[in-house]
């Protein structure tokens, strides 16, 4: 179980790590779009401008995408949490009726 946690979290903090990285490409093309901008007029900047906008939007969706992650993890480490605790009662009510069987119909 523990191993699969370590995993886990690993795995999560890979895909933290490369949304960022998609992030700083994110914010490269952004800059590099905003440069080509300066040296295109007329109907290619109109163009260049909505390839911008497009780009401010990826970068608001990128920072949904890191807020859901760490939403993500916390549930995650909830879900983990309840299922140790439903194995653990599982485990107590099977010892308690398997004491409750041993003394009420193998030690007659």
Request: glycine share 4%.
């Amino acid at each position: 179980m523990l191993f699969d946690l370590q995993a886990e979290q690993h795995m999560l903090a890979e895909r933290k790590a490369l949304l960022k990285e998609l992030e700083e490409k994110n914010n490269k093309i952004n800059q590099i779009m905003n440069e080509m901008g300066q040296m295109v007029g007329g109907e290619q900047h109109d163009m260049v401008n909505a390839i911008d906008d497009n780009l401010r939007n990826v970068k608001h969706n990128m920072s949904d995408v890191n807020e859901e992650m760490a939403e993500a993890i916390t549930y995650q480490k909830k879900s983990k949490k309840k299922y140790i605790c439903v194995i653990a009662t599982l485990v107590v009510v099977l010892l308690i009726a398997g004491g409750l069987v041993y003394f009420l119909v193998i030690d007659k």
